[in-house]
T-cell receptor
Framework: KQEVTQIPAALSVPEGENLVLNCSFTDSAIYNLQWFRQDPGKGLTSLLLIQSSQREQTSGRLNASLDKSSGRSTLYIAASQPGDSATYLCAVMGAGNMLTFGGGTRLMVKP | GAVVSQHPSRVICKSGTSVKIECRSLDFQATTMFWYRQFPKKSLMLMATSNEGSKATYEQGVEKDKFLINHASLTLSTLTVTSAHPEDSSFYIC?????????????FGPGTRLTVL
């Protein structure tokens, strides 16, 4: 059974810092890995999707990497802003197109 | 990207009543829809997978008689929480995928907050 772990569970940083969120998964047989953002009481916003054959994806200040063999992914946020404050979820898609989510990292960026 | 809507966004009901939540794909045909539940400060847990025109497949521990799922058309799936109890209070999120979209990609609805008094 796939298990997805995110570290840290919570993170508080001053505005402007570069930061890294970590995601690990136990079964490397995945189709893709996706990073989402969730604001309190809201749904999910897809940030980046990395197919299993890819190593990384970039969108603006966000960069996500994938090392399938070691079961790891990182989400790099450059020059963090207060508006980046949210919960970031990592999810992997495996057999049957099922998504397994990590527990999330709650990020607070202080002005 | 593809758009998925949910209705209602928030519902409060009395214990013992049934509540229906709708999930619609607005600009694509959703051959498969997924229902997730999220408790406060927790991650999403898959409840069931439904394919259009067939019975839903429920995850272990999810009562199919309590959480009725219908996927009667390519754009609509419904989740009915029957005889709701306070412990059913949660955030319910659906997602959908279909042919012609990104490979193996799911698109998520905005969620429905259910509060059972």
């Amino acid at each position: 059974k796939q298990e997805v772990t995110q570290i840290p569970a919570a993170l508080s940083v001053p505005e402007g810092e570069n930061l890294v969120l970590n995601c690990s998964f136990t079964d490397s047989a995945i189709y893709n890995l996706q990073w989402f953002r969730q604001d309190p009481g809201k749904g999910l916003t897809s940030l980046l999707l990395i197919q299993s054959s890819q190593r990384e994806q970039t969108s603006g200040r966000l960069n996500a990497s994938l090392d399938k063999s070691s079961g790891r992914s990182t989400l790099y946020i450059a020059a963090s802003q207060p508006g980046d404050s949210a919960t970031y979820l990592c999810a992997v898609m495996g057999a049957g197109n099922m998504l397994t989510f990590g527990g999330g990292t709650r990020l607070m960026v202080k002005p | 990207g593809a758009v998925v809507s949910q209705h209602p966004s928030r519902v409060i009901c009395k214990s013992g009543t049934s509540v229906k939540i709708e999930c619609r794909s607005l600009d694509f045909q959703a051959t498969t829809m997924f229902w997730y539940r999220q408790f406060p400060k927790k991650s999403l847990m898959l409840m069931a997978t439904s394919n259009e025109g067939s019975k839903a497949t429920y995850e272990q521990g999810v009562e199919k008689d309590k959480f009725l799922i219908n996927h009667a058309s390519l754009t609509l799936s419904t989740l009915t929480v029957t005889s709701a109890h306070p412990e059913d209070s949660s955030f319910y999120i659906c997602s959908a995928r279909g042919p012609g979209l990104g490979r193996n990609e799911q698109f998520f609805g905005p969620g429905t907050r259910l509060t059972v008094l």
